[in-house]
């Protein structure tokens, strides 16, 4: 056990650290190879964190051609699957020759709750909360002015009667909009104000019995499940000119296969969870690459898929009058202000790129990402199959593992073009090419 580790300096806490390897000099000096020069953006990346003591760098790529709205986008991701990026990018420009995408914010609301235990008689909550309700909007104020002025703050604030699941639980839930950031801290702040104001409009209550006049706070939090939270970005052409996509089968054929593909990620569960997961690796790489809480966006997005009881595809097709539309609705609770947004210099520079969105743009943004990455890989899976193009993308990091030469690169990613790639053909080829079997043309 190691107290204090906290209270270490980064040097001292490094040197601990690499008292686990072998070659605490060399491995010391490895994890300092990764400061920034600048030590000012140094000081910066560290203080995101705890208990930091270097950087984690992933892969920051751009998915170019993103047609929303009818405006062109260069999108920035960060993701460390290079197929994502590929076919993102791909869906995106075969789109843009097709109206490309749309999007549209359907509500923008973020809730909250106090959890507490109220043992009283029901009826006396009930016929009181008209007065609970005007505290609580009353002395929230001083935390809701400044959210009041930039148009959003609190929506409605209800009584939830639990009862039934547990003795005596209820629940204040308050809706909140909290405009262009994400709102965690404001509704957190909201919600424990609203627990404090709780307990002390109990204790007042004349018309409550001594026993009455006691509460139980559990907890006051957000809920990352946000299903007012809301956009929806859909693509749509005639089936006809899904024949660009077919690869080699017929536009019906292709359309046909699509929409079973999708159909099956609505009936079964283990397809749809993997169906989901390529959804999000698309609007993931969309969410940190603008400073976003990206563990927020999937649960929402997972608790979403599941609420008609049963969990399932979050993205839909339909065919009618030979028309194609696929569609993506997902929760997305998004900010371009607060948090990582305005200190991160890369996420900054991610909304530049993007023309400084607002928080429903952003929302618009990151689901049609979500969609492309969904469309794309129903392409994939439904023509040639996912490892094709995948193990093709897979190839540099293969072949970095085998820590293949520029040169041994070029000629394997030449040879790779007409040949499946798999971790043993390219391991097989390296070593042949080692060994001079295969001549340099
Ligand atoms: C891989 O990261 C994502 C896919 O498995 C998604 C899917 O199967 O729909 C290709």
Known sequence: ????????????????????????????????SYWHSDAATQKRFDEFSENTITNFYLPFGIIPNVLINNKNYMVPVVIEES???????????????????????????KIGQVHFIWLGEKQKLV????????????????????????????????LVDMTVYESGYYQIKACFETC???????????????????????????AFTEEEREVQIVMSILSNYTPD??????????????????????????????????????????RATTHNKGIYNGVDAVVLATGNDFRA??????????????????????????????????P???????????????????????????????????ATIGLANNFAALQSLTTTGIQKGHMKMHLLNILNHFEATQDEKNRAVEHFKNQKVSFSSVRDFLLAMRENVIPNS
């Not at 107290?3 to 000096?29: A, H, I, M, T, Y």
């Not at 809301?230 to 296969?257: I, N, P, T, Y």
């Open 229 to 270: 939270c809301l956009v929806q970005a859909w693509v749509e052409c005639d089936v006809k000119d899904m024949h660009a996509a077919a690869k080699g089968l017929s536009a019906d054929d292709f359309v046909c296969r699509f929409e079973k593909a999708v159909r099956i990620a609505q009936i079964d569960t283990h």
């Open 297 to 330: 966006v999937e649960a929402a997005g997972h608790t979403y898929a599941s609420r008609s009881g049963k969990y399932a595809s979050l993205s839909e097709v339909q065919i009618k009058d030979d028309k194609f539309v696929f569609s993506l609705t997902i």
């Open 83 to 109: 197929s994502v990026v590929a076919a993102a990018s791909k869906a995106a420009k075969f789109w843009s020759d097709k109206g490309g995408f749309k999007a549209r914010v359907i509500d923008t609301q």
């Open 180 to 206: 262009d950031s994400m709102g965690a801290n404001f509704v957190n702040s909201c919600m424990e104000e609203m627990a404090i104001i709780l307990t002390n409009w109990v204790e007042n209550q004349s």
């Open 127 to 158: 016929d009181c909360f008209v007065s609970l309700h005007s505290e609580l909007m009353i002395n929230t104020a001083h935390l809701t002015a400044n959210m009041q002025k930039r148009g959003g703050g609190i929506i409605s604030i209800e």
């Open 1 to 32: 056990m190691k107290d204090g580790f906290s209270k270490l300096s980064k040097e001292e806490k490094l040197k601990q650290v690499v008292r686990l390897f072998d070659n605490p000099p060399q491995v010391l000096e490895e994890f300092k």
């Open 332 to 366: 997305l609770a998004l900010g371009v202000v607060g948090g990582l947004t305005n200190l991160h210099p890369l996420v900054r520079r991610g909304l530049e790129m993007l023309g400084n969105p607002d928080a429903r743009e952003l929302m618009m943004i990151a």
